[in-house]
């Protein structure tokens, strides 16, 4: 069966293509994995916006029924019929990325943290992938009106879902036929570095425990994202958080047990793969306020547990410079996103910087890219009290 998308979709898949290329195997077998008695393949697609997402949301449920927890997930399940077919919902590796699918025509991927069972979806929530069909404007028209899914367990026995406070379903795993050429399971990209070369044009993919950070060179000058990742249904997902120039909402591929990519846009670029050499910064740990003396200001850094951050230099009782927004730590990489500038002219839209020499009761060594005036401080330590 062949597909054909509308010139507007074809556009904005190849231009995500090549703001967030991925690299990619020269293999032309199909690129999506197959529910039973299903075919064909999906090559071109369209994108929408991303901002944070939180499932935080708490429902008063039916006696006999508990909010479900990840343990309850199978990886692949059925969410019943919509839009005329069959829909599945994917948790892969559980690593923070939920995706909602019609099987090669149209998917939904969004971050959530799963409390309460709730995964909430939205133009605010996640990403839209589809072909040129019925089915995948419906399922367009579902993700622009946002709502939630709960997902509960019957009587410590049944796992049912229900969409937008519509009845409760039942919910069964679903089979999905994997292949022996693309990589199904995301945790084999943890700690894996994929370095790929397009012309002028490079990219460093680093992926750490459902996060990464890819890094595109285009002759001298690069920029940066980060954000979630897995790999669902054998595609790799991946959502950005943080960037320092303007990036697509969600990047879509396959990934070769070669460790080549294959975007879902059609591109296929040939990768080399490193081990990454890192130490997990534990996120608690470094939460807290760091201190830094440096030419003449007073610099405190906060990293609150709740995900927000500052940023602070003073002279005496001035404060001279201000920023926040909010934070994470991947692996060794923090990462910080301005939301609040005081000097809006001179600050970073995002920072990327590595840990090094961190002791929870010292302090450590940030070796950050933010070149803005006056310049944040790499060594930072705890604060002293009388």
């Given at each position: 069966?062949?597909?054909?998308?509308?010139?507007?979709?074809f556009?904005?898949?190849?231009?995500?293509?090549?703001m967030?290329?991925?690299?990619?195997?020269?293999?032309?077998?199909?690129?999506?994995?197959?529910?039973?008695?299903?075919?064909?393949?999906?090559?071109?697609?369209s994108?929408?916006?991303?901002e944070?997402s939180?499932?935080?949301v708490k429902s008063?449920?039916?006696?006999?029924?508990?909010?479900?927890?990840?343990?309850?997930?199978?990886?692949?399940?059925?969410?019943g019929s919509?839009?005329?077919?069959?829909?599945?919902?994917a948790?892969?590796?559980?690593?923070?990325?939920?995706?909602?699918?019609?099987?090669?025509?149209?998917?939904?991927a969004?971050?959530?943290d799963?409390?309460n069972g709730?995964?909430?979806?939205?133009?605010e929530?996640?990403s839209?992938?589809?072909?040129?069909a019925?089915?995948?404007?419906?399922?367009?028209?579902?993700?622009?009106?946002?709502?939630?899914?709960?997902?509960?367990v019957?009587?410590?026995?049944?796992?049912?879902?229900?969409?937008?406070?519509?009845?409760?379903?039942?919910?069964?795993?679903?089979?999905?036929?994997?292949?022996a050429?693309w990589?199904?399971?995301?945790?084999?990209l943890?700690g894996?570095?994929?370095?790929?070369?397009?012309?002028?044009?490079?990219?460093?993919?680093?992926f750490?425990?459902?996060?990464?950070?890819?890094e595109?060179?285009?002759?001298?000058?690069t920029?940066?994202?980060?954000?979630?990742?897995?790999?669902e249904?054998?595609?790799?997902?991946?959502l950005p958080?943080?960037?320092?120039?303007p990036?697509?909402?969600?990047?879509s591929?396959m990934v070769?047990t070669?460790?080549?990519?294959?975007?879902?846009?059609?591109?296929?670029?040939?990768?080399?793969?490193?081990?990454?050499?890192y130490?997990?910064?534990?996120?608690?740990?470094?939460?807290?306020?760091w201190?830094?003396?440096?030419?003449?200001?007073?610099?405190?850094l906060t990293l609150?547990?709740?995900g927000?951050?500052?940023?602070?230099?003073?002279?005496?009782?001035?404060?001279?410079?201000?920023?926040?927004?909010?934070?994470?730590?991947?692996?060794?990489?923090?990462?910080?996103?301005?939301?609040?500038?005081?000097?809006?002219?001179?600050?970073?839209?995002?920072?990327k910087?590595?840990?090094?020499?961190?002791?929870?009761?010292?302090?450590?060594?940030?070796?950050?890219d933010?070149?803005?005036?006056?310049?944040?401080?790499?060594?930072?330590t705890?604060p002293?009290?009388e």
């Amino acid at each position: 069966m062949n597909f054909k998308a509308k010139s507007a979709v074809f556009t904005s898949a190849i231009a995500l293509s090549m703001m967030l290329a991925a690299c990619g195997s020269d293999d032309n077998s199909s690129n999506v994995e197959r529910e039973e008695g299903s075919s064909s393949s999906v090559q071109e697609t369209s994108s929408s916006s991303v901002e944070e997402s939180s499932s935080s949301v708490k429902s008063d449920l039916p006696k006999g029924m508990r909010a479900a927890t990840l343990d309850d997930l199978e990886k692949n399940l059925t969410l019943g019929s919509m839009f005329g077919t069959e829909v599945y919902l994917a948790s892969g590796a559980k690593q923070g990325v939920f995706s909602i699918w019609i099987p090669d025509t149209a998917w939904i991927a969004v971050r959530s943290d799963f409390e309460n069972g709730v995964i909430e979806y939205g133009p605010e929530k996640g990403s839209f992938m589809g072909i040129d069909a019925e089915a995948a404007d419906e399922m367009k028209a579902f993700f622009d009106k946002t709502g939630k899914m709960q997902f509960v367990v019957k009587d410590e026995k049944k796992l049912q879902v229900s969409i937008n406070g519509g009845d409760y379903i039942d919910v069964e795993k679903a089979k999905v036929q994997i292949s022996a050429s693309w990589i199904s399971d995301g945790t084999e990209l943890h700690g894996v570095q994929l370095s790929c070369k397009n012309g002028d044009t490079k990219q460093v993919y680093s992926f750490y425990k459902g996060r990464y950070v890819v890094e595109e060179t285009v002759k001298k000058e690069t920029t940066w994202s980060a954000g979630y990742y897995d790999i669902e249904r054998s595609h790799l997902l991946m959502l950005p958080v943080f960037f320092n120039a303007p990036v697509f909402s969600m990047v879509s591929g396959m990934v070769s047990t070669d460790f080549d990519i294959r975007m879902d846009t059609g591109d296929s670029l040939k990768c080399e793969k490193e081990t990454i050499k890192y130490k997990d910064i534990d996120f608690e740990a470094i939460a807290g306020e760091w201190v830094a003396p440096e030419n003449g200001y007073d610099w405190t850094l906060t990293l609150k547990k709740s995900g927000d951050y500052s940023v602070e230099a003073k002279k005496g009782a001035n404060t001279e410079d201000l920023k926040s927004g909010i934070w994470d730590v991947y692996g060794d990489v923090l990462l910080l996103k301005n939301k609040k500038c005081m000097h809006t002219s001179e600050c970073a839209s995002a920072v990327k910087g590595t840990i090094e020499g961190f002791d929870a009761k010292k302090g450590f060594t940030f070796n950050h890219d933010d070149d803005d005036s006056p310049k944040v401080p790499t060594t930072w330590t705890v604060p002293q009290y009388e």
